[in-house]
């Protein structure tokens, strides 16, 4: 089955003339119509779209004169992005009937390539969330046990990629929402440096967090992905005029006499016991491979999720303040006045978590309270950063869990807290703007994935793809596939 | 009240940049288009759009700043303003707040001879919001529309300190901004259109006590007249409120122009909650000294500095300089026709007298729309400099030359207006009027020196004006002489 290949696979197949384009969209469109209603990745399918766009791949086959890796490969890209023409929702209620007349940059990048975009995947309601049970729709299931929670706010593209519903999907990640589903879900999951790839197009949550990556079957799939996306952007004046390196290149590098750093902040009280092991015997692996280990510490972690809790909701209540119904998506009719018809509409539009962050960080930026909250946090991300800075003077790479426990069952977490506390592990990598990998590391005896995260400096992407392919070419893990059946 | 208080004043100016593109999008800045052509996804805040600055909106801000002595800001950054309305497409606005582009500067002005500096207190960039359109009146609107060309467009705010004492300076301080930002090509200074749109910050207090009265907000003040009327009738408002021990309440008040007050828009004591905070998905503007110093070589001469070599190179009085160098515009007109012509004084005159009563504004567009060119003038000057035509005659050939755009020779021929200057023509006219006035003739004869007047009358009017005044005074003294 086509379905089951990699991107590497699948091109390599296109390329010899073995398969083409058209039949691996078919295949993937007709396993989402048997699956999905299972799985529930998809928000929005885009079949005819994908399979005219599969055509013009064909064609490029036929003529010899083939894009590039991603040319003819069918894939899927969170409802967070716009795609002209198609409907965005952002998981919301209050973007009901949006169609964006333009693309996403990265869309953009992934169409230039050739690649065939299957449709929009489901996600926690503007990002926010670790479960997708925040989506205003529905909630996705995780492939691995219908009953759990695929992680979020990217639990669809994490689902679609494990279900193989698309050959590799496109998530965002502003506190962990790419590789807390990819742990999750069992397969890779790459929140690139804040600034490689542009956010034009990507709808808000928390800019100054916010990032988009890719999840895929393997780390080489990952880094064919971050090739296409990567790079500056004139529409974005944050996305970084630093140049893209060949990926896929320098994945074979290996870990011979790399300093791997094993931040001692991150194996506390509450992290589950299997999970512990698994990332313990990960390290074991590493240094089998010819790595170095060495203990480091990032003081200032117990502190960086209170941080995030301010800054991203402050920066959330502020971005989220064009929904308003007054201009597109949802409004809500009957009201008496102007005031009364905003307070209906987001009232109806937004879903609880959203309406509770709106709420933290209108009071974080308020008069008077901007220096004890808002302001604070922000010295609190300083910390955090400086913590890193300090490790990355003595270490190549930092290896950790990617979240306390495995996929939990859905509805199991009802405080919000509790479910706050999953993001524990990869929020400090967003505070600090670096990239950050979850590559699969074993399966609990439930037979749930287990996520290694690795962690690395500023724009060195190449680090964490050749750390995360030397572990996953001495294990398996990627060979088990979840047992789905229509 | 008169004497027992001090006024305080300070002026928030809004000038609209003239970019070609928005703030932070490539959409035209073209005033006057249908509504929301001139829009993007961008300014019109989209899901998942990002701003980007105008490099050329920095710039011109930059201009502005050293043309007003400010100290620009090596780092600064812009900030979200929030606040919910309907023509604010993000429901925030993009700002400057804690660190602007420029702070520190001053503008010297003058009023009644005596110089005054008024310091800047700051002057950042910020976007400009869309404009609603009620069917009907605000009260009785069944639907209301939004328009967002304007939405964007780059606007830069020059924030005086409280230095400002009486209605007259608020006057001359705009009128002195206006001008150098119009010299400098980054903003039309069209109070009218919203361009240059002023709001000002009055206080009074008991005079020579230190602390400071209660504050109050004047807006929608749309011209100088406006600005100076409004100050002049919130600085008489809060002084007879004081005399008469009530408190100022601290608040906005419009200028409304047809009933010649002010009246209360808002109360400040319930005053908006910003929420300021950086604007993260924009990366902080670092204004290199080079950037810096290569906008200061682009400046060009400024008003003052103008004003100086007028009165110097041109004999001018300060007062005919001040009035030429207040626009760009007529002190370029001024010194195209004096090219031309060589006679200052006369340029001078003609403009500050005549022109200027005939231009429907003195501002930009009015002069260059202006039918008379400086060559025009220049050339009706050199006809009443070399006794072509007489300076009574000049007043009527200027007004055709104003209707029709024609040169001054071309009507002066047309019309055979050329001065009669022949002794022996003109012998025969004052031969007739002698005749007919043989009574004057004899008065002044007797003495009565006025009758000259009369009798040098009389011969203009028999000759439509166009006699020399010279050779008709020299032929009668000559023929009475004789009587």
Known sequence: ?486 | MSGAYDVVIGLEVHAQLLTRSKMFCGCSTVFGAPPNTQTCPVCQGMPGTLPVINRRAVEFGIKTSLAIDCIVNADNRFARKHYYYPDMPKNYQITQYEEPLAEHGHLDIEVDGAARRIGIERLHLEEDVGKLIHEGSLETAQSSRVDFNRAGVPLMEIVSKPDIRTSEEAGAYLRRLRAIVVYLGVCDGNMEEGSMRCDANISLKRAGATPLGTKVEVKNMNSFRNVQHALEYEIKRQGRALDAGERIVPETRLWDPDKGQTVSMRSKEFAHDYRFFPEPDLPPLNVEARWIEAVRATLPELPAARRVRFMRAHALTAYDADLLTGSRALADYFEAAVAQCGKPKAVANWILNELLRELPGDDERAVAACAISPGNLAGLITLIEDGTISGKIAKDVFEKMYRSGEDARTIVSREGLTQVADAGALGAVVDGVLAEHAKVALDYKAGKKAALGFLVGQVMKATAGKASPGVVNSLLAEKLSKL
């Open chain 1, 1 to 486: 089955m086509l379905t089951d290949l990699t991107i590497h696979e699948l091109g390599a197949r296109f390329r010899r003339g073995d398969a083409t384009p058209t039949q691996a969209a078919r295949e993937y469109l007709a396993r989402i119509a048997a699956l999905d209603p299972t799985v529930k990745a998809y928000l929005t399918v885009t079949g005819d779209a994908a399979l005219a766009r599969a055509a013009e791949a064909d064609a490029r086959f036929k003529s010899g004169a083939p894009l590039g890796p991603l040319d003819g490969v069918p894939l899927g890209v969170k409802d967070v992005f716009c795609t002209r023409g198609v409907r965005t929702t952002c998981g919301s209620k209050i973007l009901e009937g949006f169609v964006p007349p333009y693309d996403a940059t990265v869309v953009a990048r992934l169409l230039g390539a050739g690649a065939v975009i299957l449709g929009k995947l489901n996600m926690d309601e503007f990002a926010m969330g670790s479960s997708t049970e925040n989506s205003a729709y529905f909630t996705t299931r995780n492939p691995w046990d219908l009953s759990r929670v695929p992680g979020g706010s990217s639990g669809g593209s994490a689902a679609a990629v494990a279900a193989d519903l698309a050959a590799a999907t496109l998530g965002t990640d502003t506190g962990g929402s790419i590789r807390q589903p990819a742990a999750f879900c069992g397969n890779v999951g790459l929140k690139p440096t804040y600034g490689r790839v542009s956010r034009f197009g990507l709808v808000a949550f928390a800019s100054s967090l916010d990032q988009v990556g890719p999840f895929a079957k393997d780390v080489l799939d990952a880094a064919l992905m971050l090739q296409a996306i990567a790079g500056h952007d004139p529409l974005d004046s944050t996305s970084a005029a630093i140049p893209v390196p060949d990926y896929a290149a320098e994945l074979g590098l290996g870990v011979q006499g790399l300093k791997v750093g094993i931040p001692a902040e991150y194996f506390i009280e509450g992290l589950d016991a299997e999970v512990e092991a698994a990332v313990r015997a990960a390290i074991e692996t590493l240094k089998g491979l010819g790595a170095k280990t060495e203990s480091i510490s990032l003081p200032h972690t117990e502190y960086g999720l209170a941080a995030y809790y301010l800054i991203a909701p402050a920066e959330c209540s502020s971005n989220l303040a064009r929904y308003d119904g007054v201009k597109y998506g949802l409004r809500v009719p009957g009201a008496r006045d102007l005031i009364d018809m905003y307070s209906r509409t987001r009232g109806v539009g937004f879903g609880a978590e959203v309406k509770r962050r709106v709420m933290l960080g209108t009071y974080a930026l308020s008069a008077g309270y901007y220096d004890a909250y808002y302001g604070k946090a922000q010295k609190v991300r300083t910390l955090v950063q400086r913590d890193f800075q300090k490790a990355f003077e003595r270490v190549d790479v930092i290896v950790a869990p990617t979240t306390p426990s495995v996929a939990f069952k859905i509805g199991e977490k009802e405080d919000p807290l509790s479910m706050y506390l999953n993001d524990v592990f990869t929020i400090p990598v967003n505070l600090a703007g670096l990239p950050g990998l979850s590559v699969p590391a074993g399966f609990t005896k439930a037979g749930l994935p287990i996520g290694l995260q690795v962690i690395g400096k500023a724009f060195d992407e190449a680090m964490l793809l050749r750390t995360a392919r030397a572990y996953e070419a001495a294990t398996t893990w990627r060979e088990r596939k979840p047992e789905l059946a229509a």
